[in-house]
């Protein structure tokens, strides 16, 4: 297993601004992913962020939009840009090992309120 | 549209009860996986099943894997206070090397 933390664990925004959340893993692993979620409901992939290269974005996810950097094996940044009340959610950061059985373990999550 | 199908949405008992939530795919998967999440937290990974008709038990919990691969339970007996939160399935296939969500359940054990 691996441990996550995530920065910051909370933020208020405003409109038209941009938030950087940093995610450390306690160990290093190959695979790290970032989520969002709407309270209680389920997870939404929107970018695996690979090591010394660009994320790979899921559909309706774009790099202008949710900037992922990942200079090393422990650590990633997600950014969201321009932001909207729409980007109003929980992002999380999960990480793991390439290839079966797939498993992945998730930091505490980033709530992000945009006013 | 969800791959992973799950139900039911929300379930409500009171403690001592038991309660059985379904995760159900027309995919197969590699392998596939339970969390649970409480409020303000990540996920947390609960048991991983491999392998069609396997059978897991985590104490009071218990995970089955279909034959086929494409669905999967998780019951739980007698549940406590503290089984309260959201209950998610994940399947993991080898090809993108990602895993799907279900859509979750929630459950509330009241006492």
């Known amino acids: 297993s691996a441990v996550i933390s995530q920065k910051p664990s909370r933020d208020i925004c405003q409109r038209g601004t941009s938030l950087t959340i940093q995610c450390q893993v306690d160990?290093?692993?190959?695979?790290m992913f970032w989520y969002r979620q709407q309270p209680g409901q389920s997870l939404t992939l929107i970018a695996t962020?690979?090591?010394?290269?660009?994320?790979?974005?899921e559909s309706g996810f774009v790099i202008d939009k949710f900037p992922i950097s990942r200079p090393n094996l422990t650590f990633s940044t997600l950014t969201v840009s321009n932001m909207s009340p729409e980007d109003s959610s929980i992002y999380l950061c999960?990480?793991?090992?390439?290839?079966?059985?797939?498993?992945?373990?998730f930091g505490p999550g980033t709530r992000l309120t945009v006013t | 549209t969800q791959l992973l199908e799950q139900s039911p949405q929300f379930l409500s008992i009171q403690e001592g009860e038991n309660l059985t939530v379904y995760c159900n795919s027309s995919s197969v998967f590699s392998s596939l996986q339970w969390y649970r999440q409480e409020p303000g937290e990540g996920p947390v990974l609960l048991v991983t099943v491999v392998t069609g008709g396997e059978v897991k038990k985590l104490k009071r919990l218990t995970f089955q894997f279909g034959d086929a691969r494409k669905d999967s339970s998780l019951h739980i007996t007698a549940a406590q206070t503290g089984d309260t939160g959201l209950y998610l399935c994940a399947g993991y296939k080898a090809a993108g090397n990602k895993l799907t969500f279900g859509g979750g359940t929630r459950v509330l054990v009241k006492p």
């Open positions: 962020a690979n090591q010394g290269s660009e994320a790979t974005y």
């Open positions: 160990s290093q692993v190959t695979m």
């Open positions: 999960s990480a793991g090992n390439r290839g079966y059985p797939g498993e992945q373990y």
